[in-house]
């Protein structure tokens, strides 16, 4: 058992809900938080309403737990959807929205539990990315550069924390046994101009296996909420942790030279 204390955002379902449930059958104290607090009335946790575009709303959630037990040894940032679609049909406010969520909203997180952290000096900040965040495809270029930018802040946080004695550790799944395929296909539905001459890159994404609960290689929720957990209780963690089989094969196509990457870009497109 412990008396550490660990804040979750998007705990509604998939990977944030496993990591609550992780954290807490391990005996930590969890403050897991969803946009609908409805959503997480189940979890055995101390559970609050929290939008991470709401700068409001993080600094009560963050005083609530400051008051309630004095520090936060732990931030999981793991809300998060992934914007899909080709780039000239992504609308500027969508790609906004996509950042406002998955870059802006882990860094108001990060401002607003420092202070604590520092003053403490110790704690650690899990920023849950993907193998998106290093290997961009075709169609998921605004996921991507969303997850790109996580892991940069990440990476810049990490050095900056150092002599305070707070961790800064990057968490990149594969393809994981969540509703993020829904999320895909309702955001393809919304908002995009589906111009016809991206037709095959539509039709690529809505059959792309990665995002398929079915998927070869995988993995569930809970392997990544293992992962996440055995970070935070390291004193020298390392700085990226990626998850499943996919993960680490997809992570060795970025040592490829760029025309081969591109030269199997347009064998995929003749095919579909």
């Known amino acids: 058992m412990t008396d550490e204390t660990v804040l979750i955002t998007g705990c509604s379902s998939g990977i944030g809900r496993a990591t609550a449930r992780h954290f807490a059958a391990e005996g930590w104290t969890v403050y897991a938080t969803a946009r609908d607090e409805d959503d997480i009335a189940d979890l055995d946790c101390q559970t609050?309403?929290?939008d991470v575009?709401?700068?409001?709303?993080?600094?009560?959630?963050?005083d609530r737990i400051v008051e309630e037990n004095g520090y936060l040894e732990c931030l999981v940032n793991n809300a998060g959807y992934g914007q899909y679609g080709p780039l000239e049909d992504v609308p500027t406010d969508e790609l906004h929205r996509q950042f406002d969520v998955n870059v802006y909203g882990p860094h108001r997180l990060v401002r607003s539990v420092l202070p604590h952290m520092r003053e403490r000096g110790e704690g650690?900040?899990?920023?849950?990315?993907?193998?998106?965040?290093?290997?961009?495809?075709?169609?998921?270029?605004?996921?991507?550069?969303?997850?790109?930018?996580?892991e940069a802040m990440s990476d810049a946080l990490?050095?900056?924390?150092?002599?305070?004695?707070?961790?800064?550790?990057?968490?990149?799944?594969?393809?994981?046994?969540?509703?993020?395929?829904?999320?895909?296909?309702?955001?393809?539905?919304?908002?995009?101009?589906?111009?016809?001459?991206?037709?095959?890159?539509?039709?690529?994404?809505?059959?792309?296996s990665l995002f398929a609960g079915e998927a070869p290689f995988t993995v569930p929720p809970e392997d990544v909420a293992s992962v996440i957990h055995n970070a935070a209780?390291?004193?020298?963690?390392?700085?990226?942790?990626?998850?499943?089989?996919?993960a680490r094969y997809l992570l060795y196509t970025r040592f490829l030279p760029d025309g081969m990457r591109d030269l199997v870009y347009r064998l995929v497109r003749r095919l579909v």
Do not use: M, Q
């Open 48 to 50: 609050d309403t929290l």
């Open 53 to 62: 575009t709401s700068g409001a709303d993080i600094d009560r959630v963050v």
């Open 124 to 150: 650690t900040i899990v920023n849950v990315s993907s193998v998106a965040g290093r290997v961009v495809t075709p169609g998921g270029g605004a996921y991507s550069a969303s997850k790109f930018a996580l």
């Open 158 to 208: 990490r050095g900056e924390l150092e002599p305070f004695g707070v961790n800064v550790v990057l968490v990149e799944p594969g393809p994981v046994e969540t509703g993020f395929r829904d999320r895909v296909e309702s955001e393809l539905e919304t908002g995009l101009e589906h111009r016809p001459a991206y037709e095959w890159l539509y039709d690529l994404i809505e059959d792309a």
């Open 233 to 246: 209780c390291v004193s020298d963690p390392k700085a990226r942790y990626p998850v499943g089989r996919a």
